[in-house]
């Protein structure tokens, strides 16, 4: 893979500087106090550089850095294996690839989202289309047409055993070695036929 250059680097530091700021200025005073203003100002960048980024507030949190690193890891899978085991496998080496700074940020966020009502509900929306980019892999690697019924079927079965693994509360962890284990048993279960009383 070629590696990102000076233009790239820089709107990926643009980016990260526009988070970094919008999370601690929310944690500090607020969701619903922080505007993009202050964002802006903080970051020092100008309102329409902030939505070159971020298209509304609720972006800056609720866009998931890993999703374009997921779907690579997938579809960069062996051709013949199963699609729920190239699933696993591409979460495992995203998983390994992300480093303890990562990981805060992606507890942080997800706290976030567990504790303002409009980004959970709008992180409902985005589950849609979860399925969708999923599907199209999923697709791709069969060589189907991208709007395969079974593939769709797939991807949202996917979707929903990776959704009963998430915490239920703002207080536990996210994305850590225990998390990412009920992933792969999720995934498990699901291939297996999901047989209740396996644990």
Known sequence: MTPPGLRERKKARTRAAIREHAMRLFDEQGYAATTVDQIAEAADVSQSTFFRYFPTKEDVVLADDLDPLFVQAVRDQPADLHPIEAIKRGIRQVFAAVSEEQRRQERRRQRLIQSVPEL??????????????????????????????????????????????????????????DEFSSMERALDLLRAGLPLGRR
């Open 120 to 177: 959970r509900a709008r992180s409902l929306h985005q589950y849609a289309a979860a399925v969708d980019l999923l599907a199209t892999v999923v697709a791709e690697r069969a060589g189907v047409p991208a709007d395969d019924f079974p593939a769709r079927v797939l991807a949202g079965a996917v979707i929903g055993s990776l959704l009963a693994t998430l915490p239920r509360g703002v207080d536990e962890p996210a994305l850590d070695h």
